[in-house]
């Protein structure tokens, strides 16, 4: 690897920080208090504070190009529609993480990763970070999804970021294992598909079998109906790319939302 600006080798070390991946799910998890909320907040209590959070949402999508938000005050987006006031009035005013996003692109030179000022947190960051950390207080950055990059080229571009973790940085992505909101169920009704496609990816994830992980398309139909579209699974492999050999897997949210939405999430540490 070439030569890394000093706004990398500026950051001073730390212990390794844990990785996770989040479940994100109904926007209304911002605000309501239900089995995901409190266990995203016992999550977030029991985690060393992190100096820095960069968050991988499945819904900041670009093509052809990876972007990082660079800015001082990351505006709070509600991208979503249909919900009560009450959640478009939650602000999450988080600093942003200029030195921390800088030092991302720097480790990203092999993926040419730029610079962008206009984005902002959406509610794949937001939502989780303002019950997870609800006093705002840690800088936050988000990092985005390249959707003309295939799921190999995703998990080697997220190796890169491995060296974040030595500096302080909580990376987080932030999707669902399952997501299919064509086929929500007010009856909470969970299909077969939806059942087998998080038991395959809870086996692999819980035996670290990244090409599993990688080749889902081996499932057909059953990863079509999983993930119609790619982005909500894509966050996964960040986490999964930066995982050390001696980390355990720890799963939380083990359960459907509505039949057809995967809340699992796990811990690496």
């Known amino acids: 690897m070439a030569t890394l600006s000093n706004a990398f080798a500026d950051l001073k070390s730390t212990p390794r920080m844990p990785a996770l991946f989040v479940g994100h799910g109904n926007p209304m998890n911002a605000i309501l208090d239900n089995e995901y909320s409190r266990e ?35 505006k709070t987006i509600h991208d979503f529609g249909g919900f009560p006031p009450e959640l478009f009035a939650q602000q999450y005013a988080a600093p942003g993480a200029p030195d921390f996003a800088q030092a991302t692109i720097d480790l990203l030179e092999e993926s040419h990763a730029h610079s962008d000022e206009r984005w902002g947190l959406d509610h ?9 950390f609800p006093k705002a207080d840690i800088p ?24 974040l973790r030595e500096k302080g940085v909580l990376i987080i992505g932030s999707g669902n294992v399952v997501h299919n909101l064509r086929a929500l169920s007010m009856d909470g009704l969970t299909p077969d598909w939806s059942l087998q496609f998080d038991q395959y990816m809870a086996d692999a994830i819980a035996n670290k079998d990244m090409g599993k992980v990688l080749d889902v398309a081996q499932l057909g139909r059953v990863t079509q109906l999983a993930h119609p579209t790619i ?13 050390a050999e001696d980390e355990k897997v720890n799963f939380f949210n083990e359960s459907f939302d509505l039949g057809s939405i995967s809340m699992r999430s796990f811990v690496l540490s």
């Open 140 to 163: 936050v950055y988000q990092l985005s999804l390249d959707l003309s990059k295939d799921l190999g080229a995703h998990f080697k571009l997220a190796e890169e970021l491995k060296a």
């Open 231 to 243: 982005e909500h699974f894509l966050p996964i492999l960040y986490p999964l790319a930066v995982m």
């Open 124 to 132: 794949g960051a937001w939502s989780v970070l303002i019950q997870m």
């Open 40 to 74: 995203w907040r016992h999550i977030g209590e029991a985690l060393p504070v992190p100096k820095a959070i960069l968050v991988v949402s499945a819904h900041w999508m670009t093509r052809g190009a990876t972007l990082v938000h660079i800015g001082n005050n990351p």
